[in-house]
């Protein structure tokens, strides 16, 4: 029986929290009842009668505790089943529930998400508002599973990552803020998808890498007529080896300067295409992706010593390639060009276009950089998009 009583009592409980009664913004007394059949499908079924005996002896008992409201009809069964809204009652069932009152839960989620409004981190803080909203309509908080401590270790890690000053491994990480290396393993999912939707980043697989979290050491290559110039006086010609250096990001603060003698410094988003691109006069750079704060350290440092130079970037002609773009040339203030991102490239490989996602479309449309509004409606109108290694399909 204290299987039945625990199902009628959850139906009940749910039904009272999807209502309005639950928030206290009803002022109208409203009734929370629910039909008997409707918990248990053959409970008026003639042939089962055994569930519906063990059914009554579990509604009997919770009318003679105060805690439901039901008549029972000429043929010995309770049509309806109406939750006593006593806020003692309520108490005792929450408590044999195991459940926690929603309006306890608002009050704790509230006092949390306002507490991290105020902390300094931006993604952090639009996250918190939006979910104070919600609270307010009666919605869900996203990445919350009832767990409050959990709820806090994610907004924690949001904001320890946003200041990172330096690369650092997943499991360093982890043992850095839990002192367990596998935590931020089970967490990276809701942390990802959080400071994806209410951050600034290209797609949500790059967004650890973007902000300096990785699980294997990176590297920036580099390759064309460039020295390197590190700081103990040793010097790197890169122009001596055809196929570029890969240099440690660890590496990156010991530089103290690079020499181009090239004309164009092209940055590449893949590395497939980074290692197919050949052109006289120029010096490439394969950054990984998005540009994080060393790779960004990097570049600067080619540009002090040669500001003149033109920079270009090339990548995917797709929303994260832009987005890659528009992250590349604000962040380091270089005043880079796109190179083959434009219709004329999505004309002249039309045969390896891929169709937009609804999702494409959506990131696409709140692109507002003047510089790619002539591709981008060309991708709406065309249904399309393309990667960048289809470019170098044609040349093998």
């Keep these: 029986m204290k299987q039945y009583k625990k199902e009628i009592l959850t ?101 949390i998400l306002t507490t991290y409004v105020g902390k300094g981190n931006e993604t952090v803080a639009k996250y918190c508002q939006k979910q104070l909203e919600n609270l307010e309509q009666s919605k869900t908080v996203e990445y919350f599973d009832g767990d409050y401590d959990e709820l806090k270790a994610i907004l924690e890690c949001c904001i320890a990552l946003k200041n990172l000053s330096q690369e650092m491994y997943y499991r360093n990480f982890s043992v850095k803020q839990f002192g367990d290396s596998k935590r931020f393993e089970q967490l990276q999912g809701k942390i990802s998808s959080l400071l994806f939707k209410y951050g600034e980043f290209s797609d949500k697989e790059s967004v650890f890498d973007e902000l300096g979290l990785v699980k294997t050491p990176s590297y920036i290559h580099i390759k064309g007529n460039a020295t390197i110039y590190w700081q103990d006086g040793k010097w790197l010609d890169v122009g001596g080896l055809d196929g570029g250096i890969g240099i440690s990001t660890a590496d990156v603060k010991k530089i103290a300067s690079v020499k181009v003698q090239d004309e164009k410094i092209v940055t590449i988003e893949n590395l497939t295409s980074y290692f197919s691109f050949s052109e006289p006069n120029v010096c490439a750079v394969y950054l990984g992706g998005f540009c994080n704060h060393l790779r960004r350290e990097f570049l600067m440092k080619v540009y002090e010593s040669e500001s003149a130079k033109e920079y270009f970037h090339y990548g995917d002609i797709d929303a994260g390639g832009f987005y890659i773009f528009e992250h590349l040339r604000t962040t380091t203030g270089i005043p880079f060009a796109p190179l083959m991102m434009n219709v004329d490239t999505l004309r002249k490989y039309k045969p390896y276009w891929k169709e937009l996602t609804k999702n494409d479309v959506s990131r696409l449309q709140k692109i507002k950089s003047p510089i790619f509004q002539e591709v981008i409606a060309f991708m709406i109108k065309e249904n399309c998009k393309l990667e960048q290694e289809a470019e170098t399909l044609d040349d093998e």
Excluded: M
């Design 11 to 111: 139906e009940l409980i749910d039904k009272y929290e999807r209502s309005k009664v639950s928030d206290g913004k009803n002022q109208i007394h409203v009734s929370v009842s629910i039909a008997t059949q409707k918990i248990f499908s053959k409970y008026l079924d003639n042939e089962a009668f055994e569930l519906r005996e063990k059914v009554n002896d579990a509604i009997e008992e919770l009318l003679s505790k105060g805690r439901i409201e039901a008549k029972c009809s000429s043929n010995h069964t309770y049509p309806k089943i109406t939750l006593v809204q006593d806020e003692k009652v309520l108490s005792e069932v929450y408590a044999l529930l195991g459940r926690e009152k929603k309006s306890d839960r608002r009050q704790k989620l509230t006092q």
